[in-house]
């Protein structure tokens, strides 16, 4: 009698052929086969192994095992999708990562969505066909419907590296490899800071349809609490990528609304990142109301807008050669690595 190993490799001969007739070319996981088949998962092992020998399936670290002649050998480039409308908010992350992917033969190409969810559209139909070794994406807004997630969901059936840059689409079955985030620790330091500072009436501005700026929100108040400092939500405005557009353009209204409507007694400001905090700054010195003597500014990341002003930012941010390595180690093995840890830069607006 066969081994139960050979019974399943020639199963899954007979299930691969109508996977091929049926445009599927991607194997169930390890997991799932050990499930169809009630068999150990070093047996799912040797049946691939078998498959493997005879050239009907290839393994792809920390990807899994795809039919062999539907997976296109990858390429060397590594797209980098960001969600920025003119230049990207960290452009000495994109020089070291550039640096760092060169050194093992991989070249880094940028791309630039706008915000426009067509034009995401648009540069994932061009990943899928060049079959680059890896894609870095940086989500546009990931708490609203996306019609392009059936996209991704193809790059990674066709067996390409998918990795989320600090937040991840919602995908279908999946566990999506994100690198970076963990914003709630970020905004736990600047709070403990501010407090250190005497600062104890806390304003924000955060994205409200993005998870990490969800999540900024609510750690503002469970930090707040913890602190016995006061926590009023009318302090608390929560803007969309819509009303981000403005910031280009200076934001004069959107800042004006805030000043007006929110910091009424308040001495302290967090925001989601560098570009709000940097207008903010200059908004409410053309009110007249001084950084940081009437009112401290603080943001999560370190580039360069903290330092374009007359006034450098403080900021909570992860070390720029840690995240570079954790994007690396996620390109070459399709997993995340440890969290990355976060440090406090101060500067004047504190």
């Known amino acids: ?37 009630s068999c ?6 040797l049946a691939l192994e078998v498959l ?7 393994k792809r670290r920390g990807s899994g095992s795809y039919i062999a002649d539907t997976v296109p050998v ?16 960290y452009p000495s992350l994109l020089s070291l990562l550039k640096n760092e992917l060169a050194l093992n033969r991989l070249e880094l190409i940028c791309k630039s969505t706008s915000g426009s969810i067509s034009r995401e559209k648009e540069i994932l139909s061009e990943v899928i066909g060049k079959h680059p070794a890896a894609v870095i994406i940086d989500p546009i807004s990931n708490m609203i ?42 905004i736990s330091t600047l709070i403990h800071h501010l407090a250190e500072r005497g600062r104890k009436n806390i304003a924000g501005l955060f994205r409200m ?63 989601q990142n560098d570009l709000v905090a940097y207008h903010l700054i200059r908004a409410l010195r053309k009110k007249g109301i001084s950084v ?33 390595n954790a994007l690396i180690n996620a390109v070459l093995t399709n997993k995340k690595g440890k969290p990355l840890r976060w440090t406090l830069n101060v500067r004047k607006s504190s």
Not at 5 to 11: E, G, H, P, R, S
Not at 77 to 89: A, G, L, N, R
Not at 295 to 321: H, P, Q, W
């Open 1 to 37: 009698m066969a081994s139960k190993y050979l019974t399943i490799a020639n199963d899954l001969e007979l299930r691969i052929k109508k996977m091929k007739a049926e445009g599927d070319s991607r194997l169930p996981s390890e997991g799932d086969l050990c499930s169809m088949y």
């Open 40 to 45: 150990s998962r070093q047996t799912i092992r």
């Open 52 to 58: 493997g020998r005879k050239g009907l399936i290839v």
């Open 74 to 89: 990858p390429g060397n480039k590594v797209f980098f999708i960001t969600s920025d409308e003119d230049e990207y908010i």
């Open 145 to 186: 419907p996306n019609p392009n997630i059936p996209l991704m969901e193809k790059i990674m059936a066709t067996g390409i590296t998918l990795i989320f840059f600090e937040r991840s689409y919602p995908l279908k079955g999946k566990d999506p490899v994100i690198v970076g985030g963990d914003h709630e620790e970020g």
């Open 209 to 271: 349809d993005d998870s990490s700026g969800l999540s900024c929100y609510r750690e503002c108040m469970e930090t707040c609490a913890y602190l016995s400092l006061p926590f009023d939500e009318n302090g608390f405005l929560l803007y969309s990528g819509k009303d981000r557009k403005q910031f280009s353009r200076g934001g004069d209204e959107f800042f004006r609304k805030f000043i007006d409507e929110c910091l009424t007694g308040k001495d302290s400001v967090i925001c």
């Open 292 to 324: 940081p003597g009437d009112v401290s500014v603080v943001s999560l990341g370190n580039s360069y807008y903290t330092t374009r002003g007359d006034i450098s930012i403080t900021t909570a941010s992860n070390d720029e050669k840690e995240l570079c």
